[in-house]
């Protein structure tokens, strides 16, 4: 069984600007958390979708925002990004939400 | 609100050695998890506890939990220099409507000496 995958797996923005991030869940998981990685405020949880619909959602500034599709695939988006916004962005999976996560190997964000 | 604490953060063991990474959390939880992330990669899932009393080994790693004190402990046993990474435990809060939320612990940055 494939894995969870997120394209693309590197990118360089510059501040202001807005990117969208994409996470496909392993096969038959409708359940797809996000989370941000940077040094200085470890993993935080920024939100999670099941069957379309936004369940939960971490504490974070409106400019992060995400959907789901109805393959359960996911995008975040972060607009008007700021040089804070660099980290490893993660997406998770699992077959409903509160079972055991899969992670993606995640997209390395850089804004200058 | 749920805090998950670590300790130690920094652990620097000679090969062959014993030790343990302790996780503490502060409210219940359904599950707790640890992981290992090497430099630059993903999470990767080493132990689900679900219960009290819960243990798992796995090579040279066994992770405990014990619900009534609200802590896990993962211990190395016989380190070798291929467990040198860092290792997180998670945990999966209780409450009714926290969907697909897991709260970590800083993280433990493990480095094992010859």
């Known amino acids: 069984k494939a894995g969870v995958t997120q394209t693309p797996r590197y990118l360089i923005k510059t501040r202001g600007q807005q990117v969208t991030l994409s996470c496909s869940p392993i096969?038959?998981?409708?359940?797809v958390s996000w989370y941000q990685q940077t040094p200085g405020q470890g993993l935080q949880f920024l939100f999670e979708?099941?069957?379309?619909?936004?369940?939960n959602k971490g504490n974070f500034p409106g400019r992060f925002s995400g959907r789901q599709f109805s393959n359960s695939r996911s995008e975040m988006n972060v607009s008007t990004l700021e040089l804070g916004d660099s980290a490893l962005y993660l997406c998770?999976?699992?077959?409903?939400?509160?079972?055991?996560?899969?992670f993606g190997p995640g997209t390395r964000l850089t804004v200058t | 609100e749920l805090k998950v604490e670590q300790n130690p953060l920094f652990l620097s063991m000679q090969e062959g050695k014993n030790y343990t990474i302790y996780c503490n959390y502060s409210t219940t939880s359904d599950r707790l998890y640890w992981y290992r992330q090497d430099p630059g990669k993903s999470l990767e899932s080493l132990f689900v506890l679900l219960s009290n009393g819960a243990v798992k080994q796995e090579g040279r790693l066994m992770a405990s939990l014990d619900t009534k004190a609200r802590l896990s402990t993962l211990h190395i046993t016989a380190a070798v220099h291929d467990l040198s990474a860092t290792y997180f435990c998670a945990v999966d809060y209780a409450g009714g409507t926290s969907y697909g939320k897991l709260t970590f612990g800083q993280g433990t940055i493990l480095t094992v000496h010859p």
């Open positions: 998770a999976s699992s077959f409903e939400g509160k079972l055991e996560q899969y």
């Open positions: 979708y099941f069957s379309e619909t936004q369940r």
């Open positions: 096969s038959g998981h409708r359940s």
